[in-house]
């Protein structure tokens, strides 16, 4: 029997949906004026320092602690297309919750400025349990999938090829790109050094350009206005922190910086 659902979870699943399209032109607003505190922009005045690992790990959390909590709330919870989109779902967060912070310590990113300060680690905890929500709730519960989106033949396959196909190379440039920039900083100490190869060449925030493509490529898999919303706050939360890290670059290394190199997006922006 599906679960029952009320009409103040209703409210409140659509109601969160509207707030991420409304909150992703005013955080592109506010990050013009404001930079995010912490990594090659940290300042003091934020709250405490958390180590590195821990603060990626405790942020992140709610993505999967709170996504299987709701699981079972889901009337989709036994369809495989719901369980499909919620495995990409799963696999990004499994990366970036255990193994990225993993990796932080392995290679000794974890104290002084590699630390979050508490109010950034607050902040992006509540953003994680919010989008967390409205994610699962959207595929497991208010998405139909009997709908012409999922059941539209050769549309509907070539569409999920794509967007798996975006969702994988995202991924796999993202993941690459932290591991690249994890070396990077432990070969120098901890000092920032100028990345080099592959799309460092053309960016200089591939990691960043990996992760939208993945939020827009599931997006596109799960085809849903959550899905959207989420895709498009990435960006929206990524694009400007990749313009200050573009502009950080230029700064510490003037002329020694390659002049070709954009910020995210390859030889555009
Ligand atoms: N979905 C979202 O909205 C969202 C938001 C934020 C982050 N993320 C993802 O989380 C991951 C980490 O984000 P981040 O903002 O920490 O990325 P980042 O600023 O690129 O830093 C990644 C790591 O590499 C180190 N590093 C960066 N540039 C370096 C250089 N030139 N030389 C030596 N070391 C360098 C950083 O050290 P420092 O920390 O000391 O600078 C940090 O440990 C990324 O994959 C990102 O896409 C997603």
Known sequence: ???PVSLADESLFYGAVLAIYLFSPLSVFSLLFVTVPYGKHYRAGWG???PSPISWFLMESPTLWLSLLLLPFGKHRYNPIALSILSLFFLHYINRTLIYPLRLSRFGISGGRSGLPISIVAMAFGFNLFNAYIQIRSI????????RAW?????TASRVAIGVGIFF???AVNVRSDLSLLRLKAEGSGAYKIPRGGWFELVSCPNYMGEVAEWLGWAVVAW???AFGFALFTAANLVPRARSHHKWYLDKFGE???RSRKAVV???F
């Open 224 to 226: 849903s206005p959550a």
């Open 1 to 3: 029997m599906a679960p």
């Open 151 to 155: 059941t539209c033949g050769i549309w």
């Open 48 to 50: 405490p320092s958390i």
């Open 169 to 171: 190379w995202g991924m």
């Open 266 to 268: 390859p030889y555009i």
């Open 140 to 147: 497991t519960h208010y998405t139909e999938y009997g709908g």
């Open 256 to 258: 020694d910086y390659p």
